[in-house]
T-cell receptor, first 115, second 113 residues
Framework: DTGVSQDPRHKITKRGQNVTFRCDPI?????LYWYRQTLGQGPEFLTY????????KSRLLSDRFSAERPKGSFSTLEIQRTEQGDSAMYLC?????????????FGAGSRLTVL | AQSVTQPDIHITVSEGASLELRCNYS??????LFWYVQSPGQGLQLLLK??????LVQGIKGFEAEFKRSQSSFNLRKPSVHWSDAAEYFC???????????FGTGTRLTVIP
């Protein structure tokens, strides 16, 4: 078990371009989360999957943001038509708790810089 | 609504000194409480968690935290800080069946020789 992996670790893009981040959770974890962290702030919840089902997506920041987990394993987070305000660290986490408290294991994050 | 307040943005302590990081939460029921640590360029690592039972919980790296319901607090402590403890510390709150955790804005710890 190598923990939660995120790729790429850093992405620099120009405004208006699309970007995609990938997250590989811990293999036995059925829950996967995406968070965004801006400078000086704590992580902010974006969306959540249980297996392949996206059960919560109302916190996605706009319709430019979308996430998938097609086979219940890895997940992708796509941002279309990026804006400078999208610059942030995008964190992925996974957990296996079927009920009760969620103990999240985080990846190292993907840092996005929009020029 | 759930919320977490970490009133100290930045704390500086001398190596070997004791440490207390404050966390206050707002939640209508018994929360699940967490402390995470984030080193530069890294993800968040779980230090400790409180679900129920003994209000003093022990974590990794010599950290402990105490849940005080009357004060809605979950402060993190360490009796003797090491230079490697310099990092950002986040308090988070969750609840049964919730899909996510709510995080505070973090406290940055600087350790001086």
């Amino acid at each position: 078990d190598t923990g939660v992996s995120q790729d790429p670790r850093h992405k620099i893009t120009k405004r208006g371009q699309n970007v995609t981040f990938r997250c590989d959770p811990i293999s036995e974890h059925n829950r996967l989360y995406w968070y965004r962290q801006t400078l000086g702030q704590g992580p902010e919840f974006l969306t959540y999957f249980q297996n392949e089902a996206q059960l919560e997506k109302s916190r996605l920041l706009s319709d430019r943001f979308s996430a998938e987990r097609p086979k219940g394993s890895f997940s992708t987070l796509e941002i279309q038509r990026t804006e400078q305000g999208d610059s942030a660290m995008y964190l992925c986490a996974s957990s296996s708790t079927p009920s009760g408290a969620n103990v999240l294991t985080f990846g190292a994050g993907s840092r996005l810089t929009v020029l | 609504a759930q919320s977490v307040t970490q009133p100290d943005i930045h704390i500086t302590v001398s190596e070997g000194a004791s440490l207390e990081l404050r966390c206050n939460y707002s939640y209508g029921a018994t929360p699940y409480l967490f402390w995470y640590v984030q080193s530069p360029g890294q993800g968040l690592q779980l230090l400790l968690k409180y679900f129920s039972g003994d209000t003093l919980v022990q974590g990794i790296k010599g950290f402990e935290a105490e849940f005080k319901r009357s004060q809605s607090s979950f402060n993190l402590r360490k009796p003797s800080v090491h230079w490697s403890d310099a990092a950002e510390y986040f308090c988070a709150v969750g609840r049964t069946g919730a899909n996510n955790l709510f995080f505070g804005t973090g406290t940055r710890l600087t350790v001086i020789p």
